[in-house]
């Protein structure tokens, strides 16, 4: 099974087929990009054009940039020609196992307002209970957290901003639902879990995020009693091996250590067949406890 291109090295490919559809003369640059291309199709042992000047310009084959295209084609992977500008991650993973070639990010259509009079209160409140999801920024150190039946910490921001969408295959009762975080909120996700743990642990932890082995990694350093994910048959039925990326096997012998023992039969489903599946490929079907 061929592996993805990435979307830099599709852009190259497709920018090449186009020129040299106006010129036949016409050469790439040798680069990082070029090179991955090259040993992409090293490994299926074909060589797509040759080097005019050794390891500085290279002149691609148009026949067999075609090939390329449908060799991704066939393993379900978008074309060269495919344009992602329009789309997120959730789109894009419609399409595409590599949900990441989605331009727009989950905060590109967000804004954090701060609202103080009651004319502007006014001309959002209309939006504000019409929608069925509001993301507010919260006070770690101020929050009840023995108001909460459980408490959920979503990986994805897509996917956190989708919650509403998922909360109806999840029956979670009465749950406080935060965004993991990247670097802006992080921290205070963590402190949060810490307090969670030594005050309420009693009740579920819980991570929802992507079926992988760096997503199972965080599961269990960080404590977490619980994983919600699709249901045992449904993921064995839609895992896929482009989300078991070659870089997060390093942390398989330590999960094979300390991987709870309700986690195990996940761990050796993803282990077995070298396959996962990211969390913008779980929309619409039952999520369970694990």
Not at 7 to 30: E, P, Y
Not at 62 to 80: H, V
Not at 214 to 231: D, F, K, N, Q, V
Request: proline content about 4%; charged content about 25%; hydrophobic content about 35%.
């Amino acid at each position: 099974m061929a592996d993805d291109l990435s979307l830099k090295a599709k852009r190259l490919l497709a920018a090449q087929h186009s020129k040299l559809s106006r010129d036949d003369a016409a050469v790439a640059n040798a680069s990082r990009i070029l090179n991955e291309i090259l040993n992409w199709c090293d490994d299926l042992e074909f060589q797509p054009g040759k080097w005019l000047k050794p390891n500085k310009i290279y002149r691609f084959d148009r026949e067999y940039i075609a090939q390329i295209n449908q060799t991704l084609l066939d393993e379900g992977y978008g074309s060269i020609f495919d344009n992602f500008n329009q789309d997120n991650h959730r789109s894009a993973a419609q399409r595409n196992p590599n949900e990441k070639q989605g331009k727009r990010k989950p905060t590109h259509h967000l804004i954090l307002a701060a609202v103080t009079d009651r004319v502007a209160l006014g001309a959002i409140n209309q939006y504000f209970y019409l929608s069925q999801q509001t993301n507010i920024e919260l006070d770690v150190s101020q929050l009840k957290l023995e108001t909460f039946e459980c408490l959920v910490v979503v990986e994805n921001r897509d996917s956190f901003n989708d919650w509403f969408e998922f909360k109806h295959y999840a029956s979670l009762a009465n749950p406080l639902v935060i965004y993991r975080g990247d670097k802006h909120h992080s921290t205070a996700c963590k402190t949060l879990l810490r307090r969670w743990l030594n005050t309420q642990g009693h009740k579920p932890s819980i991570y929802f995020g992507d079926y992988d082995l760096a997503g199972l990694r965080i599961a269990t350093s960080a404590g977490y009693s619980h994983l919600l994910l699709p249901e045992y048959t449904w993921l064995s039925q839609h895992i896929i091996k482009p989300h078991y990326p070659d870089n997060q096997h390093k942390y398989l012998a330590r999960l094979e250590r300390d991987c709870p023992t309700g986690w195990q039969l996940l761990l050796n489903l993803m282990d077995e067949k070298r396959a996962g599946l990211r969390q913008q490929k779980m929309y619409q079907t039952p999520l369970m406890l694990y």
